[in-house]
């Protein structure tokens, strides 16, 4: 049976756009698979805690010595663990001034620790999260993947270095953008990423296998 991890990220409730592609993706995914098992981590309407003087503390890999510190390493413990634990994972990550919801970065901050995601080598940093796939939705108002704006686009290049430093380099990006470019264009842009969704997760399962 096939673990597919779903992190939604977006304040904007059903409103969101990233949040409706995730939904397809999910479905796209159980259409392939009955038995599928899914573990959704809402961090918009469920935010994980931004770092503390304490938790950061706990989550460097000290012995928790109060409460605080012990719920932090506990939290850490378990997202890890549903990490671990999934096949395929579907972000959906919209860009909120030129970069990621700090309820995702809070997310990542909790997941990327010495030892347990990632380890430090002589060559370097090396990834200990392998062998999954990544799909991230991303949604935009105005376009950054080409032209002017690209260098301001601090989302795409943020995770797709957060991820693959835990060891996960197979990812594709879903791209909803110019969102804020009328609705005529909305529309375009969002199907178009509902194309490529169902691309992806039409080998998303048997490339994770």
Do not use: C
Not at 92 to 110: E, R, V
């Amino acid at each position: 049976m096939s673990t597919v991890l779903v992190l939604n990220s977006s304040a904007s409730g059903a409103a969101s756009v990233s949040r409706q592609l995730v939904e397809q993706a999910v479905a796209d995914l159980r259409a392939q698979d009955s038995n599928l098992r899914v573990v959704t981590r809402d961090l918009g309407t469920d935010p994980i805690p931004h770092l503390t003087l304490e938790s950061a503390a706990a989550l460097r890999g000290a012995d928790p010595v109060n409460l605080e510190q012990a719920a932090a390493q506990a939290l850490s413990n378990e997202l890890i663990s549903e990490l671990k634990a999934a096949d395929v994972i579907v972000i959906g990550a919209p860009m909120y001034n030129f970069g990621i919801p700090s309820t995702l970065k809070a997310w990542f901050d909790y997941v990327l620790r010495a030892g347990l995601t990632f380890r430090y080598t002589e060559a370097g940093p090396e990834g200990l999260v392998t062998g999954k796939r990544a799909i991230v939705v991303e949604s935009r108002g105005g376009l950054y993947s080409e032209g002017p704006a690209q260098a301001m686009d601090s989302q795409e290049p943020h995770l797709r270095t957060m991820l693959g430093f835990i060891g996960i380099t197979d990812v594709s990006f879903v791209r909803a953008e110019r969102l804020a470019f009328g609705p005529e264009i909305r529309d375009q842009a969002i199907g178009g990423a509902k194309a490529e969704i169902g691309r992806l997760t039409g080998t998303a399962l048997a490339a994770a296998a």
